[in-house]
């Protein structure tokens, strides 16, 4: 028997997140060095990085059964980039500019590498397909160190947690 004991590893730096205006792979099972040269690295004005997973269910409840049992159903996933910071808000403003509401983007991350790292061949990549639901300015309040920043949402998530780079 196997033992599954791992060490752990922090989290804190070691996530690259690109949003990506294009991708070729359709089964996002890649993601080319030059498709990340494309996109802008996000991590740096991320609050949080958090991928959500709902399925409805049904019962089976028949008469002969003495134990009902529920029925996988649909399933929906989500992501949330937290709070991203926003550039000035009287200047043009890179990341609203590819966020736009309905645009299909591409969100991918690079897990476990410092976040200065650069896109190379064979990195593991998760990669997330999603339309932009809607982009709102973060709260505003009269706090310490409160930054202008979007909120963001997205519909129609996919997400291939077993994706790569290639150098192609």
């Known amino acids: 028997m196997a033992l ?3 060490a752990g590893m922090s989290t804190a730096g070691k996530i690259p997140v ?3 205006p294009a991708l070729a792979s359709t089964d996002l099972s890649a993601v080319t060095v030059a498709e990340m040269g494309a996109g802008t690295q996000v991590d ?3 609050t949080s990085l958090t ?3 709902e399925q409805a269910t049904r019962d089976r409840k028949m008469l002969s059964d ?3 049992e529920q029925i996988g159903g649909q399933r929906t996933h989500s992501i949330d980039l937290g709070t991203l910071a926003a550039m000035d808000p009287q200047g043009t403003d890179a990341l609203k500019t590819l966020l736009v509401e309905d645009a299909v983007v591409y ?3 690079l897990p476990g590498l410092a976040s200065a ?3 190379a061949a064979a990195q593991k990549a998760w990669i997330t397909r999603a339309t932009v639901g809607t982009v709102v300015p973060a709260g505003i309040t009269p706090d310490d160190g409160n930054e202008f ?3 963001v949402t997205f519909n129609k998530v996919t997400n291939n947690f077993e994706a790569a780079v290639s150098g192609v």
Request: aromatic share 16%; proline share 8%; net charge negative.
């Open 149 to 151: 920043g979007w909120n």
């Open 117 to 119: 790292t650069a896109p």
């Open 4 to 6: 599954y004991d791992p």
């Open 44 to 46: 740096t004005a991320m």
């Open 107 to 109: 969100i991918v991350a």
């Open 18 to 20: 690109y949003i990506l």
């Open 66 to 68: 003495t134990v009902a």
């Open 51 to 53: 991928y959500g997973a």
